[in-house]
């Protein structure tokens, strides 16, 4: 059984960062992948980003490219969402997902039903 919370949305001006943080408790040891997915008003979740058990793979959605960075520390259990050059469009909750990848440390995953763990959700909202 893992425990995935988000920390760290809220509200902030376009142009400004904000950093997500997901900390997992729980069974996940070292093969445990994760990612970030966002779901704005009357839309559909999509993927945001995703890094692999060893963090040394990572993916980042093409809308989000040059300004969010995922990271993790296994260390502490968490994996990180750093947003920055914000837009009123990124506004949403934003949900951390995790699974355990057994087989591969370089695997990273895209789609929704890929993970098995998600979070509670944290808000993020962008002024214009």
């Known amino acids: 059984q893992v425990t995935l919370v988000e920390s760290g949305g809220g509200l902030v001006q376009a142009g400004g960062s904000l950093r997500l943080t997901c900390a997992a408790s729980?069974?996940?040891?070292?093969?445990?992948?994760m990612g970030w997915f966002r779901q704005a008003p009357g839309k559909e979740r999509e993927f945001v980003a995703a890094?692999?058990?060893?963090?040394?793979?990572?993916y980042i959605v093409d809308s989000v490219k040059g300004r969010f960075t995922i990271s993790r520390d296994n260390a502490k259990n968490a994996a990180y969402l750093q947003m920055n050059s914000l837009k009123p469009e990124d506004t949403a909750v934003y949900y951390c997902?995790?699974?355990?990848?057994?087989?591969?440390?370089?695997?990273?995953?895209?789609?929704?039903?890929?993970?098995?763990?998600w979070g509670q959700g944290t808000q993020v909202t962008v002024s214009s």
């Open positions: 729980g069974r996940t040891g070292t093969g445990y992948a």
């Open positions: 997902a995790g699974r355990f990848s057994p087989l591969s440390i370089s695997s990273y995953y895209t789609r929704i039903n890929d993970y098995t763990d």
């Open positions: 890094i692999s058990r060893s963090g040394g793979s990572t």
